[in-house]
């Protein structure tokens, strides 16, 4: 794919080309592209140790240069002349510096652009305070959903937007709306910093790019119990993970505190995992979406401590909620993912192949109707 002198530029721009999500750069194997969630290397020769310790000087911040010296990580972002962006984390492994690069677009998706269920767009129309989270692992499209729920506020909305990143990764152009983007490490220190200001700086929406620890958690439920609109990102696999690190975050003498506050301003939970489609299908990735509304019967039980009441009021798919399992059966009747890869996916198969089975029968008891109604006519 790459021939030649060994360049980061040159490297960044075949991902476009490739329809890459990501590049590794790892000392003693070629660059690899991740492409529709497969591992692809380069044909070339592996990196060696001196190209893996400079191949990325020519992008690295000067004021984060030092930063990496001394802790051995970086996280940052960068752009092509041609607006591509890119978030870059740089850690050094076996004494030499590896990195792990996501391409981040350049232009803001839309719910339809992801296939995000119409729920999400429901939420950003209906609420304008409190708090909504978005989780799922490293990879799960997180940040893309995040930016086009931001951006369909900055189009419908004047609103002043302050957001929190950790790099920035979408930049966003003032619509209706007025957006500051701060970065930690260019603009700011640090999150506590940039949190400990951020209610003086008269938002009426927030967005902090990753809830990680006690104070982004206070610090985002607070802001939300003071009447503003706060996202907030976290590395979980689901709705009840949610939950559960947010309580790990707080001692326990915290934690009634804490229901207190959620049930009050949490407004959803929304879930994602990314699944590869069919061929031919227009994306090669699509989410599949857990949804948690915080209704008052979530807010009740949130406040109660009964969490475990919870994946079965989500398991209704009632009032704009939705199960993976759910999600799943509706990818496969759509022909958007094969079945093979929604079992896959499942967090439960046997639930997953009841839902599939239910909606094979209903489909089957409406041709019958049909046929029926056409005989007697």
């Known amino acids: 794919m790459i021939q030649g002198v060994l360049s980061i ?4 721009a075949s991902m476009k080309k490739l329809e890459a999500s990501d590049l590794h750069l790892k000392v003693g194997i070629p660059p690899t592209y991740r492409i529709n969630g497969l591992l692809r290397p380069v044909q070339g020769d592996p990196i060696t140790e001196e190209q893996a310790d400079h191949l990325l000087d020519p992008l690295v911040p000067e004021a984060l240069k030092g930063r990496f010296d001394a802790t051995g990580n970086l996280d940052f972002a960068t752009h092509l002349t041609d607006g591509e962006r890119f978030r870059i ?3 050094r492994s076996g004494g030499h510096t590896h990195a792990a690069i996501r391409r981040v677009k350049a232009e803001i998706p839309t719910y339809a652009n992801l296939h995000l269920p119409p729920i999400y767009n429901e939420l950003i129309e209906k609420t304008n305070e409190g708090l909504i989270l978005v989780v799922g692992v490293t990879g799960s499209g997180k940040s893309s959903t995040m930016a086009a729920m ?3 506020i900055n189009c419908i909305r004047s609103e002043h937007i302050i957001t929190i990143e950790d790099p920035v990764e979408y930049r966003f152009i003032p619509k209706k709306s007025i957006v500051s983007q701060r970065e930690i490490g260019i603009d700011v220190a640090d999150y506590p910093t940039a949190l400990r200001y951020i209610v003086r700086e008269d938002p009426d929406v927030v967005f902090i790019g990753e809830m990680r620890d006690h104070d982004t958690v ?13 996202f907030g990102s976290m590395h979980t696999a689901d709705t009840m993970q949610a939950f559960n690190r947010i309580l790990e975050f707080f001692p326990a003498h915290e934690h009634g505190f804490l229901r207190h506050a959620l049930s009050n301003t949490l407004r959803a939970v929304c879930a994602q995992r990314l699944l590869p489609t069919l061929e031919g299908f227009e994306v090669g990735l699509v989410p599949a979406c857990e949804v948690l509304i915080g209704t008052p019967t979530v807010r009740d039980k949130i406040h109660e401590g009964q969490d475990n009441d919870l994946p079965s009021i989500v398991s209704r798919n009632e009032e704009g909620m939705q199960s993976f399992t759910w999600a799943l059966a509706e990818m496969v009747k759509k022909e958007w993912v094969a079945m093979s890869v929604a079992m896959d996916y499942a967090p439960n198969r046997e639930a997953l192949a009841s839902t599939l089975k239910g909606v094979e029968v209903k489909a089957q008891s409406l041709v019958s109707r049909i046929r029926s109604a056409g005989n007697r006519s």
């Open 89 to 91: 984390n740089m850690f």
């Open 218 to 230: 206070l610090a985002a439920v607070q802001a939300a119990e003071t009447g503003h609109l706060v």
């Open 150 to 152: 931001l951006e369909h």
């Open 9 to 12: 530029q040159r490297l960044l």
